[in-house]
């Protein structure tokens, strides 16, 4: 069974789990009911009912503003932390900007973080490979959620050397439990440059 797949028999409405991943992604954004249904593509009778669901549990504050009701997450609430690096691990996991990133031969390491985790960090992407900018700007841009995302990219060579100096951009964001490794092929390289 896949992530995605246990996420939705854990939180048994599709369209919940897309909320939630939405809110849990994107803290600092705010959204409007009929904006959601297009970002969403559902309905906008479940979208009310999922948000006032939430509205209700805590996890989720309206309030009015130019005659429109905006929602948010209250990062305030008791599960809000371990909920946002559920989903984030998860949902990331599996996004189509990953998955188009695992079918290309030429990429050897994939490492979410910052914004895809919920953590402090100078990118949000790190891509180890021997791939051009403008294939990672082209994918970035296929979400509109997307386009703020940081990313840097190494050759092997480059990250690995990198390594064994200790440089601490490098070190930093590989060593963080909370990051996100969704592509790995290099890990004996990367233990024996620790070295």
């Known amino acids: ?3 995605a797949a ?3 028999a854990l939180f048994s409405s599709q369209t919940r789990v897309k909320l939630l991943s939405t809110f849990l992604l994107h803290p600092e954004r705010e959204y409007f009911i009929r904006e959601l249904t ?4 559902e309905q906008i009778n479940s979208i009310r009912r999922e948000l006032e669901n939430l509205r209700r549990i805590g996890l989720v504050k309206a309030r009015h503003r130019n005659r429109k009701k905006y929602y948010r997450v209250d990062t305030e609430f008791f599960l809000y932390a371990d909920l946002r690096s559920l989903f984030s691990k998860v949902v990331q996991g599996e996004s189509p900007l990953v998955n188009s990133l695992r079918n290309l031969s030429n990429v050897q390491l994939v490492l979410l973080a910052g914004a895809f985790c919920g953590t402090e960090s100078k990118v949000d992407l790190l891509v180890v490979g021997d791939v051009r900018k403008e294939l990672i700007e082209a994918l970035l841009l296929q979400d509109n959620t997307l386009k703020d995302v940081k990313y840097s990219i190494f050759s092997q060579a480059d990250f690995l050397y990198r390594l064994s100096l ?3 951009f490098v070190t930093d964001i590989l060593n963080d439990p909370r990051h996100l490794l969704v592509v790995n092929t290099i ?3 990367i233990e024996e440059a620790k070295r």
């Open 1 to 3: 069974m896949s992530s």
């Open 6 to 8: 246990i996420l939705k």
């Open 38 to 41: 297009r970002v969403l593509n």
């Open 166 to 168: 200790k440089d601490r």
């Open 187 to 189: 890990q004996e390289e």
